[in-house]
């Protein structure tokens, strides 16, 4: 007669141990890990973060144009009087001084006006002293019987006429002299000529332009202001300029002029800034590049883009305790987003830790700690 347990193999028996051993293994290891998941939750998690410390400073910006070298003063000079051109000195690119000679017309009819205008001032002259003659001799026969008042005054009369004349010849002398003179065409300052307009042999009206000229005494610079910088344009100072061909040298400039109405093309407005100190060597139409500071000085903190957490519409930044490590979100208000940094104006006190990295991986609450504490430039 077999025992109740003889019904079994001997290996059906060994599956069974194994098996039961395995489920006490698999129940012991998962009350570890439920243990051990339990003590790291109630452990708080330490981030290490990146920090800096803030710091106000007062800023003072600068806006930057690129401009161009221009004369103050252009102009366009032509002949007073109307003539054949017979004879022009000048190029472009010539340097002209005080009453240089630019072109000259052909002065043979003028020659001839200024000698009718001394013939007729001998005769005047000639006439005066005859009439003057004359009426000094009937004044000594004052007194006599061949004296009569009437005739004296008819004698004064012509006198006086024949001096009118004279003054009259004079002035008609001096204005054909004056003509033949304005032949020839002169510099009235120093300058550089910039453009040609007329050639030997052309006929001349009075005041058509021959030439250009660019004062060279007195330079400034050219920019185009953005109409959202017109103000900051009016209440400029401290204008400096840098000219391309010698860059790293700045020179000092003045505004002088700005223009009330938009260039078309450009869409920008002209101002002229007056070079008020001059360098060794500047050309007309060389670039330079102009700035000035800004009057709109501010109290502000930079700090690093990255720094920056966005609550909704409104930036704010992670504050760190420096007693405990823990983080605050606090809203701040930005004024100014360089390329790189950001210029906050409230919300912070000078001092005072805050994140600059990771910030979207932080919470309200949560323990850091500090790496790499530096101060904002």
């Not at 910006?61 to 690129?66: E, G, H, N, Y």
């Not at 002299?177 to 000529?193: F, H, I, K, P, S």
């Not at 042999?201 to 030439?211: K, L």
């Not at 505004?255 to 070079?275: G, K, Q």
Request: hydrophobic share 45%; no cysteine.
């Amino acid at each position: 007669m077999r025992l109740p347990f003889e019904r079994f193999p001997v290996r059906t028996a060994g599956v069974l141990v194994v098996g039961a051993l395995a489920a006490i293994g698999i129940a012991a290891l998962t009350m570890r890990a439920g243990a051990s998941s339990h003590a790291v939750a109630e452990e708080p998690v330490v981030r290490p973060a990146r920090v800096m410390t803030v710091e106000y400073r007062d800023t003072a910006r600068s806006l930057v144009l690129a401009g161009t070298v221009v004369p103050r003063i252009e102009s366009t000079l032509g002949f007073r009087v109307a003539g054949k051109i017979v004879r022009r000195a000048v190029d472009v690119g010539t340097v002209v001084k005080p009453g240089e000679v630019i072109a000259e017309l052909d002065p043979a009819d003028f020659q001839l006006a200024v000698d009718n205008a001394r013939a007729a001032l001998a005769s005047a002259q000639s006439d005066s002293v005859r009439a003057k003659a004359d009426y000094e001799r009937y004044l000594a026969l004052r007194g006599t019987a061949a004296f009569m008042l009437q005739t004296l005054d008819t004698r004064q009369a012509a006198a006086a006429t024949a001096q009118a004349r004279v003054e009259q010849a004079k002035s008609q002398l001096a204005t054909a002299e004056n003509n033949l003179a304005y032949t020839e065409l002169r510099a009235d300052a120093e300058g550089v000529v910039t453009a040609v307009q007329a050639e030997v042999g052309q006929v001349m009206t009075q005041g058509q332009g021959v030439v250009r000229v660019a004062r060279t005494n007195e330079l400034e610079i050219l920019v185009g202001v953005p109409e959202q910088r017109l103000t900051i344009a009016r209440q400029a100072r401290n204008a400096t300029f840098e000219l391309w061909s010698d860059a790293g040298h700045r020179y000092a400039a003045r505004l002088r002029e700005l223009s009330p109405s938009a260039d078309p093309t450009t869409r920008t407005y002209p101002a002229r800034f007056s070079v008020t100190e001059r360098p060794s060597f500047i050309g007309l139409g060389m670039t330079a590049t102009l700035s000035f500071t800004r009057p709109d000085a501010q109290h502000v903190a930079e700090v690093p883009l990255s720094a920056i957490f966005q609550q909704g519409t409104q930036p704010a930044v992670w504050v760190v305790d420096r007693s405990t490590g823990v983080i605050t979100l606090r809203p701040v208000v930005v004024v100014r987003w360089n390329d790189d940094t950001a210029a906050i104006s409230s919300g912070l006190s000078n001092g005072e830790t805050i994140a600059t990295a990771g910030v979207h991986k932080l919470e309200a609450g949560q323990k850091v700690k500090p790496v790499e504490l530096q101060a904002s430039r």
